[in-house]
């Protein structure tokens, strides 16, 4: 079941597809060694439109095949034999700051490609957009894919809602199941400091390799599976708790940062609980704000040089533009 999201319709060239961004709860990192992760879609969007050309194109770059991994994997993978397309791409989401760019860019463009080859359902869109990302990080899970594709809140390997879908590399594989949205406004900023996903993800690879590699991984599954449950049930103390417990063991494994630290610090006094989001070493912050004082913690985190955003779910992930 797709959860009553419509499928990508199919629409000839020139066309244009928009996807949210994400924001992870609980569980990065983790996810990638088969813990369970909760991920939103946010109200920051890419969009893309996509028109045959006379080469392939990104944002008027006819070396863009070679010079971005993501364009390239899309072609390879979703435009195979394909006439050349220029493709033009606007994002309010932050490049390289955890907040799901590359998933959005992938997403968009890989529904864009699939509507002009005549439509494609939820499930196979979550695979494909998932393949088109590793393709270009050679590493990860499909958290980040599914949940533009999905939108809202969604479980990876967690929650017991009906499985939205499976997504599979290999012989591994990540059930993806849909969380009630409880509704809630939360504050992301981005510290500036650019990171790589793939860089961050190797580190913490050969960090859950030492000794207490089992035992960290057990204890990141379940904070991420009590997190699940309190936010299926609006549990905003408990979830608030389980948020501060997650940046506890991704300090553990490596990944905080002093910029993303001080930022969690000078917003604490406006905030239930705050800890990175993404891959860490970088990137950004997400914070539950204490209710009525959202502007404050605005104000907070600016002040300490981050770029904030208020954001709510996106309940709609991807879709083609009228
Ligand atoms: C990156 O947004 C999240 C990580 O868990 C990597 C992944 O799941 O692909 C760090």
Redesign the pocket.
């Known amino acids: 079941m797709t959860d009553a999201l419509p499928p990508i319709p199919s629409r000839g060239l020139p066309l244009s597809a928009r996807a949210p961004g994400?924001c992870?709860v609980f569980?990065?990192?983790?996810?990638?060694h088969g813990a369970p992760?909760l991920v939103f879609a946010i109200d920051l969007h890419t969009q893309v439109f996509v028109r045959a050309g006379d080469g392939f194109r990104l944002n008027a770059d006819p070396e863009a095949v070679s010079r971005n991994g993501y364009f390239r994997s899309a072609i390879e993978q979703s435009w195979v034999g394909g006439p050349p397309v220029d493709v033009r791409a606007v994002s309010r989401i932050p490049r390289a700051a955890?907040l799901?760019s590359s998933?959005a860019f992938t997403a968009a463009v890989a529904s864009a490609f699939a509507a002009a080859q005549g439509g494609i359902d939820r499930p196979a869109l979550a695979q494909r957009a998932f393949e088109i990302?590793?393709g270009a990080?050679g590493?990860?899970?499909?958290?980040?894919t599914s949940t533009v594709v999905g939108g809202g809140y969604l479980a990876?390997n967690g929650g017991d809602g009906e499985p939205l879908w499976t997504v599979r590399a290999g012989d591994r594989r990540w059930e993806v199941r849909r969380v009630p949205d409880p509704g809630w406004v939360w504050v992301v900023a981005h510290s500036g400091v650019p990171r790589s996903?793939g860089d961050?993800?190797r580190a913490?690879g050969r960090r859950l390799e030492q000794p207490d590699g089992p035992d960290l991984l057990a204890e990141f599954a379940r904070v991420a599976r009590e997190g699940i449950e309190a936010v299926a049930r609006s549990d905003r103390d408990r979830a608030a708790e389980l948020v501060r417990r997650n940046q506890e063991l991704l300090r553990e494994v490596g990944?905080s940062h002093p910029r993303l630290e001080a930022l969690l610090e000078a917003g604490a006094p406006a905030a239930q609980a705050g800890k990175l989001?993404?891959?860490?070493a970088g990137g950004s912050v997400v914070v539950l704000p204490i209710p009525g004082r959202e502007a404050e913690l605005v104000r907070r985190l600016a002040r300490a040089g981050g770029l904030p955003f208020v954001v709510r779910a996106d309940l709609s992930g991807v879709s083609l533009v009228e």
């Open positions: 994400k992870i569980g990065e990192h983790a996810v990638v992760e955890g799901g998933a990302e590793r990080q590493v990860g899970s499909p958290g980040d990876i996903t961050a993800v913490v990944v989001t993404g891959a860490g």
